[in-house]
């Protein structure tokens, strides 16, 4: 008896915590929510300056998938487009639009003046 009251105690507490994975104890992240971010170091100086630029998905649940930034004429022969493809002016998307994991982070480095970026679409794949 005392076995099997341990078991289903031991049995309880993985499902709890399996469904607080699952379903998170805050909010699935939402487009306004967690939204990814784009940020840039510049880790080379001097006549070609080198940019560092970090995207994450913020989002600590979801993956998300098929994000796109704001590029401006950012060249394509600057970076592989595995990790940055260049669709269009001020239009590039990350990592093929494949899902990028809960809290994962891709990072490339490109030599030119600084191109700003920015996220402008992407969806979060809850589920
Ligand atoms: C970018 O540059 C930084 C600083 O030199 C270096 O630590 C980092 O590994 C580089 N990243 C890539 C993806 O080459």
């Given at each position: 008896m005392q076995g099997q009251t341990a078991?289903?105690?031991l049995?309880?507490?993985f499902l709890t915590f399996a469904?607080?994975?699952c379903h998170g104890w805050e909010?699935?992240?939402t487009t306004?929510?967690?939204a990814p971010t784009v940020q840039q170091s510049q880790v080379g100086f001097g006549r070609s300056p080198t940019f560092m630029v970090e995207v994450q998905n913020n989002c600590p649940m979801c993956p998300v998938i098929n994000l796109h930034l704001k590029c401006g004429s950012f060249p394509q022969t600057l970076v592989n487009p595995r990790l940055l493809k260049?669709?269009?002016n001020n239009d590039c998307v990350v990592n093929s639009g494949l899902p990028l994991a809960p809290l994962q982070k891709i990072s490339f480095n490109y030599?030119?003046?600084m191109y700003l970026m920015?996220?402008?679409i992407w969806y979060f794949q809850c589920e």
């Open positions: 078991f289903k105690l049995l309880w507490t469904s607080l994975l909010e699935k992240c306004n929510d967690h260049v669709l269009s030599s030119h003046q920015s996220p402008k």
